[in-house]
């Protein structure tokens, strides 16, 4: 653990306003990008990402002074505040989808056919989206031994098992192998994440 880490987190344990402030702007652009994805469509329009995320930080923060996280260094820290910006959506997911509040009962207005709005292309990924799903890949790929890292792209570029074990020279049981540790390293990483075929 670095040292201007473990500076950070005491200084967030004793109610440092500042520390917040370091923290809400290191990690709240990619919390807003999650939670965007993680609310329901219709729950949107509800609620803002933005709120959202000024509710984690506000969890996290008071948490923090009542009693300190037991946090390792700065991937735990992540970890931790995905892990409060998931639970905040599912509440709001849940909250807006019971009977009397139920958003998908909603009518949603016709636009006029001269209306200027283009519809989205559902295809492409948001740049947040890509941001942050690179920054995981390469969050797992920081944990593997070389071999591994090496099984894990080409498996993310498409490659199938027989493919992959050609080309590193190592048994299609060595590769699969390799395959569901980083599975199961994935999912120690990520566990809110759906299981992986």
């Known amino acids: 653990m670095t040292p201007s880490f473990l500076d950070l987190v005491q200084r967030l344990e004793s109610g440092d306003a500042e520390a917040a402030a370091i923290l809400f702007d290191r990690y709240a652009r990619r919390l ?29 923060c008071r948490r923090a002074a009542e009693r300190p996280f037991d946090l390792e260094g700065p991937d735990s820290l992540w970890a931790l505040l995905v892990e409060i910006t998931l639970r905040k959506c599912g509440r709001w997911n849940r909250y807006f989808h019971t009977r009397k509040r139920d958003v998908r009962r909603e009518q949603t207005p016709l636009l006029d056919s001269d209306c ?19 920054e995981m890949v ?35 049981a060595t590769i699969n192998r390799k395959i ?15 299981d992986l075929p």
Request: charged content about 35%; some cysteine.
């Open 32 to 60: 807003i990008g999650l939670a965007r994805r993680r609310l329901d469509e219709r729950v949107r329009c509800k609620v803002d990402a933005d709120d959202v995320v000024q509710s984690v930080f506000r969890t996290f």
């Open 180 to 194: 569901r540790n980083i599975k199961n390293r994935m999912k120690r990483l990520w566990p809110e994440l759906p």
């Open 116 to 134: 200027d709005m283009e519809p989205l292309d559902a295809a492409a990924p948001h740049p947040e989206d890509e941001a942050v799903l690179r």
């Open 138 to 172: 390469e969050h797992l790929l920081r944990g593997l031994d070389n071999r591994a890292r090496a099984v894990c792209e080409m498996r993310l570029q498409g490659y199938e098992v027989d493919e992959i074990a050609a080309a590193l020279k190592l048994s299609t």
